[in-house]
C-alpha cells in the first residue's frame, strides 16, 4: 500500500467515526432496553440514571380557523386575527448513564414515554 493511498484511507475512516455512535439498545444488568421500552422498564434494568435532563421539542399544532365575519375588538375598525398555525411542547426526556471503565456514555432519549434512541458519547474512562 504507497503511503498516499493510506493517507487517504486513514482520512476517510477519521472522517467515517463521529463524536457519537447510535445505538440500537442498552445492555445493563444482563438485560437489553432498546427503543419502544417505557421508562419504567429501563429503571429497572439499568437502575437510576447518573443525570437527566427535559426539554421541550416544539411542534407545529394547525388550528382550525375561525368562520368570518370575527367580531372586532371594541371601538376598533379592524377584525380579529385568528392565527391558524402556532406551536406546543412535546416534552422530552433524557437520561445520561455511566456505563463503566473504558465504555462510552450512553444517552437515552425518551419521547411520549418511551425510549426513542440511544446514543453513545463522549470518551471512554
Known amino acids: 500500500m504507497t ?50 435532563d427535559s426539554f421541550c421539542k416544539p411542534v407545529e399544532v394547525v388550528v382550525p380557523t375561525v368562520p368570518y365575519p370575527v367580531v372586532p375588538y371594541p371601538n376598533s375598525p379592524y377584525p380579529v386575527v385568528v392565527p391558524n398555525r402556532g406551536y406546543a411542547c412535546e416534552p422530552v426526556d433524557e437520561w445520561l448513564y455511566d456505563r463503566g471503565p473504558g465504555n462510552l456514555f450512553a444517552i437515552v432519549r425518551f419521547q411520549r414515554g418511551v425510549v426513542e434512541s440511544i446514543v453513545y458519547e463522549g470518551r471512554p474512562r
Not at 493510506?6 to 472522517?15: V, Y
Not at 438485560?31 to 422498564?41: I, V
Request: aromatic share 0%; charged share 20%.
Open 3 to 52: 503511503p498516499s493511498t493510506r493517507t487517504l484511507l486513514t482520512a476517510a475512516i477519521l472522517l467515517a467515526c463521529g463524536s457519537a455512535v447510535r445505538a440500537e439498545s442498552l445492555r445493563c444488568n444482563g438485560e437489553s432496553s432498546g427503543p419502544g421500552d417505557s421508562k419504567l422498564s429501563v429503571l429497572r434494568k439499568c437502575g437510576e440514571p447518573m443525570l437527566k
